[in-house]
């Protein structure tokens, strides 16, 4: 290719343009199957806003899942207050000496309300009285055991 001088802008203007195009191709054809940095950016942003939507749901899960733990707890305790009471009236202590029986477990409350009875079976007899017993449809009236946990056993049926 020979030289030829340029001597007009018009002329300057059009090599110019020639090169850049020239180079311009050859930058196209060297990031071609690359993302432009438009393309990131949507594609960043998309990623960001399901990361928030996602780290939403898990934060208004985790609330959930402590209620509900919550809620289990109490019901837990409902149920072991529930228990307790049956045992205490099955031993023939009065209803409140149920929350005053120790342990874990049906077992260790049972063992708890034995040794209790006992020691009122003991102090009455102490005492020459029969041991105290009593539920809220006796209002007070004293009953042998075996007829406490005959009406226990009724009620609770």
Known sequence: ???TPINTQEEFDAA???RLSRDRESQAKKYEGWTSPEDLKKITDAHEAEIKKLTDAAAESETKIKNLNEEIAKGNTYRAD???TRIAIAQGLDI?????????????WEADAKDLAKDFAAYASAQNQPAPLGSPGTSGTKTTRDQFADTVNQFFS
């Open 96 to 108: 409140k000496y149920a929350d005053r029986l120790r342990g874990e477990t049906r077992e260790e």
């Open 82 to 84: 529930l228990e307790k």
């Open 16 to 18: 110019i343009g020639e």
């Open 1 to 3: 290719m020979a030289f």
